[in-house]
């Protein structure tokens, strides 16, 4: 499986979503990306998938920490039975959406906009 991304890598969301995430159908890795990339442009209001290569290297990071953090989610929620409990999995699951809803305010500040724009 290789995931088709302009924000993260495969690599960084299995890390997240932990070993043992379960053996993912084809494409639907690509899927939850695209998903998730669209949610991020919505949320900020700004469509970073299109000028992602020119933006600053810190801000590409933050984008690929949000993207991969709501992909693993969506990894995890998928089959949990390769966890060795259900609160392992959900402990990943609220780890990781802390992550992506931390990274998202920051798209939504005003003075974070203004840096990226300028970055």
């Known amino acids: 499986m290789a995931v088709t991304s302009i924000m993260?890598?495969?690599?960084?969301i299995k890390a997240k979503a932990g070993a043992q995430v379960?053996?993912?159908?084809?494409?639907?890795?690509d899927?939850?990306?695209l998903q998730a990339e669209s949610t991020?442009?919505?949320?900020?209001?700004?469509?970073y998938s299109?000028?992602?290569a020119a933006l600053n290297a810190d801000v590409k990071y933050l984008m690929g920490d949000i993207v991969s953090s709501l992909v693993a989610i969506q990894a995890v929620a998928y089959d949990m039975s390769g966890y060795t409990s259900r609160t392992e999995a959900?402990?990943?699951?609220?780890v990781?959406?802390?992550?992506?809803?931390?990274?998202?305010s920051l798209l939504r500040d005003k003075k974070v906009q203004t840096f990226i724009n300028d970055a």
């Open 50 to 52: 299109d000028s992602y």
């Open 90 to 94: 959900e402990d990943i699951i609220n």
């Open 96 to 104: 990781q959406r802390d992550a992506a809803l931390r990274g998202m």
């Open 22 to 29: 379960a053996t993912i159908v084809d494409g639907v890795y």
């Open 31 to 33: 899927v939850w990306v």
């Open 8 to 12: 993260t890598t495969e690599a960084v």
């Open 40 to 47: 991020v442009n919505i949320f900020a209001r700004l469509n």
